[in-house]
Every structure is written in structure tokens, then in C-alpha cells.
């Protein structure tokens, strides 16, 4: 879809559905402002808007259906408890705005993945879509990052990678580099049921907790790696707006410095004796390519994530309970990125972290944490899982260890500086 303008698709979204409903009349009477906001996902499947002192905060959707408009169930419903499925929440870099997500089922027979701009003080934005009667289409994996200096929004689709700029609305690709790039399998079964395998990346779902990421130095994406039997994501390229930059197909799961210019990654050596590989957690010098080996990160504790300042590195650990697995120890630690000892911040009982994000002043880091096990589901086959998680959101303090409950939810993005949220229309 190039240049592609917001007002030629806008009003038939409306018509159809995609577009959240939005109070049209809010005034500043309901104008709620937040102090280094918390977008997150609640338990309703709705995208709200909090801050560590308001509780759950201030919903901006309120239609995440769980039922077709005929009052039958959505036909992806074992895929999907939603109908309208949100998700990848993203922040400005410069504040003031974030995008996220959003999985449609249209007419209960197909889904349309889209991706809308939320400003403060401000309406929603919707910026691209894309189409796929697949649920393993690549708009499953339509997320929306922002350039270094916050003036673009870029996404990767079936055409390669697009740029949207926020000035004007229109949107160009990306040259062909003669490769396929990873769209993957797909975000996975979006429900409360699997968060911690969604949030977490773990197989069956293909790393779906990257895409694509805009750095100092090009765009990050990952590759298709082709083995003796399966094709898979795995591996890593840096594209500029010309040429491959570098490409290595050995990396996945990489995790982006603060300041775009370095990331962790995860690198798979030789198969081992039982045909797995020897994985090793490198840093990558996103200009060049190069890689340095960080032998006190264990591969095995990543997803890793930078504080703020770029010095320390999250991440998690899991005692598993062999009986209950949601009795497992579940810790999270702290280490500086130059090597030392690492830091204990807390140990819980349950199942296991998502997704962590870290407060813009540095100072701790929200979380989501699963405490019960999807009656049926494994590690290793979650698609099997029925019943309900009890997630939660959770924030803890670097200095102190304390520990304050926020919300029940999932999916937390940690934004900067003041952000004013127009309330979601109330449902009819």
C-alpha cells in the first residue's frame, strides 16, 4: 500500500469497524493527565492509560468485542478471545504520543491488522492496514516503531518496510534488498489464557516479539533462515534507506540500546549433541556488525531489557516447580552492562513475567506477571490451554525492592513526561 494518505481510508474504517470508538465531544471537564504514563492492555482486552498513582487509569478503547455482531462467537475465537485484538504499544521517543495495534475480525471471516497513532490531548489517529484472510498472514505482525527523532512511523508488511510521516500522512518503502525478510508466524494466540508465551516469545510462536526496530543507524530487521528441514525467523540484517548495511544469520531476539546504537542478541553457534545450538548472548555494534560475547547474561534469561540510562540490563529467571509449574520461583535480576554482580530485585511465586518496562526516570520498572498455570497448556504446546490466568501489573523500586500492584493487565509501555487522555465513548 504506498502513499497512502489518512483521509482516504479513514471514513470507510469508520463505516466498517476498524476505527476505535472515540468520544466525540470530550471537553476538558474529562481530560484526565497522567505524569510519565503507563499505556497497558486490561483484562477486558482494552488499551488504557494510567501512571503509578492512579490505579487502573482511563480506558482510550472500549470495543475489544468478545462477539460477532450477529451475537455469535468470532470464527478465529480459539485464536482469539476478542474480536478486536490490540496490542504492540509503543512510545514516542520525544513523549507525547504512543501507536499500537489492532487485529479485526471484520465480518467474523477474515482480519484486518491496523495501526493507530494516540497523541495527547488528542483523537485517534489511524494511520495504515493491511489485509490478510491468513491467520498466519504478515499483518499479524503490523507494529508500529518510531524513528529516532519521533517524526515517523515505520512497519513492515508483505511490500518490505514502510515509512509513514506524521506531517503529512503519506507513506513510501523501502527499496527491495533482495532477500526475504522474517514476518514469522504471527503475534500467536493473543488471549489471557498464554500472555507469558506471547509476551515471553517462547515456540511455538516464531520470536513474535520482534519485527522490526528503527535504530541510529538503519532499520533492524530479522531474517528468514532456512535449515535441513524447516524454515524459521532467525537471524539479523541492518538496512539503510540504500543497501544492506550487515546481516548475520545467526542472531534472534535482539533488544535495542536506549540510545539505538548497540543491542542484545542472542547468538546460535554449532548444533549440540542433542541437536540444539550453543547459544551465547552478544552485544552488536549496530553500525559495523560487530559482536562482542557477554558470558555473565545467560541466552537462556532473555528477553533482556535497558534501563533508561543504558547501564543496567533486566532480566528474568525461573526455578521451576516441576509439579505446578505456577508455583515456580519467578525472579527478576538487575546486572550492569559492563559485567558484575548482579542484582536480586524480587522473587515471586507463579508462572512467569512478560513484558518489562522500565519508568523514564530509572528508578524501577512495571511488569506483568502470570501467577497460574492455563489448565492444559505446557511450555512447550500452549495452544492447548483453557480456563483463566490471573495477570497482573506490577512495579517495582530499584533502590528500595518495593513492590506496588498497579492494575490487573498485560503489555506495559512506560511513556515520558505529561500525556492528557480524551476517555474512551461509554459502550451503547
Not at 232 to 251: E, H, I, M
Request: hydrophobic letters at 35%; charged letters at 15%.
Amino acid at each position: 500500500m504506498k502513499h497512502v494518505h489518512w483521509s482516504v481510508l479513514i471514513c470507510t474504517l469508520i463505516v466498517i469497524g476498524i476505527v476505535p470508538v472515540r468520544q466525540s465531544d470530550a471537553t476538558a471537564a474529562n481530560a484526565l493527565t497522567y505524569h510519565n504514563p503507563l499505556a497497558y492492555i486490561g483484562i477486558d482486552g482494552n488499551i488504557y492509560v494510567t501512571d503509578l498513582n492512579s490505579g487502573v487509569g482511563t480506558a482510550i478503547t472500549n470495543d475489544a468485542q468478545t462477539t460477532c455482531p450477529d451475537g455469535t462467537s468470532p470464527s478465529v475465537d480459539y485464536k482469539r478471545p476478542f474480536l478486536r485484538t490490540y496490542r504492540n504499544i509503543r512510545w514516542s521517543p520525544i513523549g507525547g504520543a504512543f501507536t499500537f495495534g489492532l487485529y479485526s475480525d471484520l465480518s467474523c471471516q477474515s482480519i484486518q491488522a491496523s495501526i493507530f497513532l494516540e497523541k495527547s490531548n488528542s483523537h485517534t489517529q489511524f494511520l495504515t492496514s493491511e489485509p490478510s484472510n491468513d491467520l498466519n498472514g504478515p499483518s499479524n505482525d503490523l507494529s508500529g516503531v518510531w524513528s529516532p527523532d519521533g517524526t515517523q512511523v515505520a512497519y513492515m508488511d508483505g511490500d518490505g518496510i514502510g515509512v509513514i510521516s506524521l506531517a503529512d500522512g503519506t507513506t513510501h518503502h523501502v527499496s527491495d534488498y533482495g532477500y526475504q525478510p522474517c514476518i514469522g508466524e504471527g503475534p500467536g494466540i493473543d488471549d489471557l489464557n498464554t500472555l507469558y508465551f506471547d509476551e515471553r516469545g517462547i515456540q511455538p510462536y516464531q520470536d513474535p516479539t520482534f519485527s522490526l526496530d528503527w535504530t541510529e543507524p538503519g532499520f533492524l530487521v530479522p531474517l528468514t533462515v532456512y535449515d535441513d528441514t524447516n524454515t524459521s525467523c532467525g537471524g539479523l540484517a541492518l538496512l539503510d534507506q540504500n543497501n544492506t548495511v550487515w546481516k548475520n544469520d545467526t542472531l534472534s531476539s535482539p533488544s535495542v540500546s536506549p540510545d539505538r546504537k548497540q543491542a542484545l542478541a542472542v547468538s546460535a553457534g554449532s548444533k549440540t549433541q542433542d541437536s540444539g545450538y550453543a547459544l551465547t548472548t552478544v552485544l552488536i555494534d549496530l553500525a559495523s556488525g560487530k559482536l562482542t560475547p557477554l558470558p555473565f547474561l545467560s541466552a537462556n534469561d532473555g528477553p533482556f531489557v535497558w534501563t533508561p540510562d543504558g547501564k543496567q540490563i533486566l532480566y528474568v529467571t525461573v526455578e521451576l516447580n516441576t509439579h505446578r509449574s505456577d508455583e515456580s520461583k519467578v525472579s527478576l535480576w538487575s546486572v550492569p552492562i559492563a559485567g558484575g554482580a548482579a542484582t536480586r530485585l524480587l522473587t515471586r511465586v507463579g508462572f512467569g513475567i512478560g513484558v518489562i518496562t522500565p519508568s523514564p526516570d530509572g528508578k524501577g520498572a512495571a511488569f506483568s506477571l502470570v501467577t497460574s498455570t492455563p489448565v492444559g497448556a505446557t511450555r512447550s504446546n500452549p495452544a492447548i490451554a483453557t480456563g483463566t490466568d490471573h495477570i497482573e501489573l506490577l512495579y517495582v523500586d530499584f533502590a528500595t525492592h518495593a513492590v506496588k500492584r498497579i492494575a490487573l493487565g498485560r503489555w506495559p509501555a512506560f511513556g515520558t513526561g505529561d500525556f492528557t487522555v480524551l476517555p474512551a465513548k461509554q459502550s451503547q
